[in-house]
T-cell receptor, first 114, second 111 residues
Framework: DVKVTQSSRYLVKRTGEKVFLECVQDMDHENMFWYRQDPGLGLRLIYFSYDVKMKEKGDIPEGYSVSREKKERFSLILESASTNQTSMYLC?????????????FGSGTRLTVV | QKEVEQNSGPLSVPEGAIASLNCTYSDRGSQSFFWYRQYSGKSPELIMFIYSNGDKEDGRFTAQLNKASQYVSLLIRDSQPSDSATYLCAVTQGGYNKLIFGAGTRLAVHP
């Protein structure tokens, strides 16, 4: 089975800190995604990457950046954390197959910015 | 208008009944449609996907797609308390097949 691992389950950071959320997949997938999930809003796409060093903005990229230096690792960066970035962050990896047939999610990182 | 719309619920059904979950989407170019189940505090897990108009059955689950009406639904037969969760509808969009999610419908199956 594909495994998508997010480095932290829970994080508490202070306003203004630079925050790194790490995601690693073990199946050589080309496509990786970062979502945030908030009550009543569902999952919203922040950024995605379709290859090493390639990235595309999703629906809510403001305040975030990403890095994909290696195929297996996709990092989400909060340059200067703010309280409105308190959320559940979910990483996903997509393998061969149409659409979400190949989507696998990590277990999520619940980030609290104080 | 949201791209993917779902009734937030909660949808409450008795054990053994059929639960019907509905979803509409706005992008006529969407090609693939998915239902994910998410238990509280857990990440989403894929339970059904459908690409063609009509019905697709898998055990107690049936996905229905009507592209002309831009409508996709999920039926859960013989609902069990363990089916109590939030069900997320997702559709593909764009050349990279990124997934766009609805806000989810909370299902509660009571004994």
């Amino acid at each position: 089975d594909v495994k998508v691992t997010q480095s932290s389950r829970y994080l508490v950071k202070r306003t203004g800190e630079k925050v790194f959320l790490e995601c690693v997949q073990d199946m050589d997938h080309e496509n990786m995604f970062w979502y945030r999930q908030d009550p009543g809003l569902g999952l919203r796409l922040i950024y995605f990457s379709y290859d090493v060093k390639m990235k595309e903005k999703g629906d809510i990229p403001e305040g975030y950046s990403v890095s994909r230096e290696k195929k297996e690792r996709f990092s989400l960066i909060l340059e200067s954390a703010s309280t409105n970035q308190t959320s559940m962050y979910l990483c996903a990896s997509k393998g061969p197959g149409q659409g979400g047939n190949g989507y696998t999610f990590g277990s999520g990182t619940r980030l609290t910015v104080v | 208008q949201k791209e993917v719309e779902q009734n937030s619920g909660p949808l409450s059904v008795p054990e053994g009944a059929i639960a019907s979950l509905n979803c509409t989407y706005s992008d006529r170019g969407s090609q693939s449609f998915f239902w994910y189940r998410q238990y509280s505090g857990k990440s989403p897990e894929l339970i059904m996907f459908i690409y063609s108009n009509g019905d697709k059955e898998d055990g107690r689950f049936t996905a229905q797609l009507n592209k002309a009406s831009q409508y996709v639904s999920l039926l859960i037969r013989d609902s069990q308390p363990s089916d109590s969760a939030t069900y997320l509808c997702a559709v593909t969009q764009g050349g990279y097949n990124k997934l766009i999610f609805g806000a989810g419908t909370r299902l509660a199956v009571h004994p």
